[in-house]
């Protein structure tokens, strides 16, 4: 059997859930061997080859593999039968070994790999996107309300340019901290084009209103949750700039709400113009008033076109979400859901608003995914990796050439750098010469330029810096498969997981050759087996139902039609000569009602023929073409449940063996101490 590693992972692991699962059939598998006799130990549930296995370790691996429900409390029987099925695991895994399955170069090839697969998403999950979504998550529970003054720099800035920037925030800093008003000098000096912006919407006189977690980039946010209410940041960067920042508020984060709103635009500034908005606001808001319903009203007299047809609504929505402030501020001091308010105005027009549902934050595990997604979008996320990277760089010894990249950059341009360097046939004196190092990996000069060739970055403008993009790119790639190397001796829950999957594949393999391969093949053993049980391999009464199909519908029913009124041999004439029929026709037996299609045939007589019905992107009808009077399986009839049956008494036989040759004690009395009283 050959699986891609992929598919055969999930197989392993598959059948490794499938053998220890509780409640499953073992009739065809010995019981352990209980010893009454008592080694003194009540914490050992049994022994394999002089080594215990006790009731913490059983314990462990039944709530990984044998509970069948969080929600019910195992009784006795269950860890019992659990018991029995874990010893016989134990001993085919230890079989495994004995016979050196585990230093197949072939096996050690496949764990490799799933480590590989694993590993890198796994770390990346506990050690980047977990903290990344802890964060965000308590910064979702409250929201900080803040002001900022920018002053904008390129990140390429000279070095004169970013002095001039910072000199220039610090002295308005400086203004702030003396007592004048931070809301002025952000109207007279931001770059933020939004602070000379109307008042009350974001950004006027720096006022960013409320946000929460996610919502800024990661320095901004980072510098509003540390800084006091009241109180002035430090001068810090992002991408944009230099800014100051100054909180106001910090309150509890609203739960997420689904608002609606009817929106009545003004059409211009004369008095008749004011005078028909407010005559239409006053009649929207008596029939309000007088019990129309909200929704209607929407869909009657809203100006919002993306909205009205859906009774107003305009979705869910936090606090944070860029409303308007007064809209915000309204939609959430309604207190109950169905409440509406207004008119309110903002730049848009008046809106009258409605509190239609609310969406408490829910727990940790509840919002982790949505949250992951959000994270997974956002330029923190590199952020952090690169981050992960550099604190696992710095841990170990890493060397690069800096000589070599110097020449490169003093006699060649960017440009000739990059020809050289990408060429497929790349040469030169010193090609095999160490350029990189991290811990025990070298790169070469020439596979420094097979790296170059086969990774695509953006580019950097001088020879130096691009050179160093791709040194620092291989280091990364190296910290992290370093850090893989080392999860499984590091992260217990990491190992645990491999374990599991090195004893599966153990499992299989042993399954594999030494029951399943040699029942299957053993045909004398399989012709003996049929010999003996062969009356136990009985066909009962079975319909024999033929299924005919068609893409075409109109087709079908014809068919169907002849066959009512000449006969199926007469319709298959017919369907032979014309071909547009394209009908398939396949034999299917049906002995009883198995809740499929097939149970109509059950209720038509032999020679009768089903409606055409939709079926698998065609259509198909059920012809019932007679009854097959029970008898006796043929060999190659029955061979499937022989090779099943023979493979059962293959396995019996060889755990029976295993179980002498290990010396199993076991000890079921001593389960009691897992069942918790009802």
Known sequence: MIFPIRTRSIAVLGMLAALLATGCSSSNMPSATSDTRTDGNDQIVAWLDGEPITLDAFQDNFDRNGRVSADLSPMLSDYEDFLDRFVDFRLKVMEARRLGMDKEAGLQEEIQQYRMQLARPYLFEHQIYEPLVREMYDRRKEAVEAAHILIRLEPSASPTDTLAAFERLSAIRDSVVAGSSFGRLAAQFSEDPSAKGAPGTAGYQGALGYFGGGRMVEAFEDMAFNTPVGGVSPIFRTQFGYHILQVSDRIPMPAERTLAHIMVRVQGNTPADQAATESKLDSIRTRLESGLAFSEAAARFSEDQNSANQGGEIGRLSL???????????????????????????????????????????????????????????????????????????????????????????????????????????????????????????????????????????????????????????????????????????????????????????????????????????????????????????????????????????????????????????????????????????????????????????????????????????????????????????????????????????????????????????????????????
């Open 320 to 678: 944070d979400a860029g409303l308007p402030f007064s809209f915000r501020d309204a939609a959430y001091s309604l207190e109950s859901k169905g409440d509406w308010t207004g008119p309110i105005r903002t730049i848009y027009g008046y809106h009258f608003i409605q509190f239609v549902e609310e969406f408490p934050l829910g727990t940790f595990e509840e919002e982790y995914e949505t949250l992951k997604n959000r994270v997974s979008q956002m330029p923190r996320l590199q952020a952090a990796q690169d981050a992960f990277a550099a604190s696992i760089r710095a841990s170990v010894d890493t060397w690069v050439d800096t000589a070599r990249v110097d020449e490169w950059a003093t006699t060649m341009r960017v440009d000739s750098l990059v020809r050289w360097m990408a060429a497929p046939d790349f040469q030169s004196p010193y090609s095999d010469e160490p350029f990189v190092r991290f811990a025990d990996s070298t790169l070469t000069v020439a596979q420094f330029s097979a790296f170059f060739r086969s990774t695509v970055m953006q580019a950097n403008a001088d020879t130096r810096g691009r050179v160093m993009d791709y040194v620092d790119r291989w280091l990364d790639d190296r910290a992290i498969d370093y850090e893989i190397d080392r999860l499984e001796r590091r992260d217990d829950e990491f190992a645990i997981t491999m374990q599991d999957f090195r004893d599966g594949l153990l499992l299989f393999r042993f399954m594999e050759q030494e029951v399943w391969n040699g029942a299957s093949s053993d045909t004398t053993a399989l012709l003996a087996h049929w010999e003996a049980n062969r009356a136990s391999y009985q066909f009962p009464d079975r319909v024999r139902v033929v299924s005919y199909s068609s893409p075409n519908e109109s087709a079908l029913k014809q068919f169907v039609q002849r066959v009512r009124s000449v006969g199926i041999d007469e319709a298959l004439i017919a369907s032979d000569a014309d071909s547009t029929l394209m009908l398939r026709a396949d034999t299917t037996f049906v002995t009883e009602p198995t809740g499929s299609m097939f149970d109509e045939v059950l209720t038509l007589e032999e020679g009768q023929v089903s409606d055409a019905r939709s079926f698998n992107r065609g259509w198909i009808a059920l012809y019932h073409s007679g009854t097959d009077a029970a008898r006796e399986m043929t060999f190659d009839e029955a061979r499937p449940e022989v090779i099943n049956e023979v493979q059962g008494v293959f396995e019996q036989r060889i755990l029976t063996d295993l179980r002498q040759r290990y010396g199993v004690r076991t000890y079921p009395e001593r389960l009691q101490q897992l069942v918790v009283d009802p």
